[in-house]
């Protein structure tokens, strides 16, 4: 079992800059790939970026390349997703999950088994 806790979100201007932290608790997080996921009202949830277990590979939504940056610490079992440029278009619910097949980066929700409560970021024009 794995529980995560997202933090770092907030209202923020466009051309801003977030940092999302996503803490798991659990001795095995280190084996699990970690997603970021947003979901805006009325859409769908949608990929973000994906991190293997050894944070060797990472991968990212092509919509979003150059200005998010997935990245991990399992030393203190931490995922972060760095966001830079923000645009009000990226105003979201953003959640951390947690995949068993950590070598896999799922872009599917159903891909995951764990998932955080999420945490808002706003962005105004």
């Known amino acids: 079992q794995v529980q995560l806790v997202e933090s770092g979100g907030g209202l923020v201007q466009a051309g801003g800059s977030l940092r999302l932290s996503c803490a798991a608790s659990?001795?095995?997080?280190?084996?699990?790939?970690m997603g970021w996921f947003r979901q805006a009202p009325g859409k769908e949830r949608e990929f973000v970026a994906g991190?293997?277990?050894?944070?060797?590979?990472?991968s990212y939504v092509d919509s979003l390349k150059g200005r998010f940056t997935i990245s991990r610490d399992n030393a203190v079992n931490t995922v972060y997703l760095q966001m830079n440029s923000l645009k009000p278009e990226d105003t979201a619910v953003y959640y951390c999950?947690?995949?068993?097949?950590?070598?896999?980066?799922?872009?599917?929700?159903?891909?995951?088994?764990?998932w955080g409560q999420g945490t808002q970021v706003t962005v105004s024009s």
């Open positions: 991190i293997t277990w050894s944070g060797g590979r990472t």
């Open positions: 999950a947690a995949s068993g097949m950590g070598w896999n980066i799922g872009v599917r929700p159903h891909q995951y088994d764990f």
């Open positions: 659990g001795r095995t997080f280190s084996s699990y790939a």
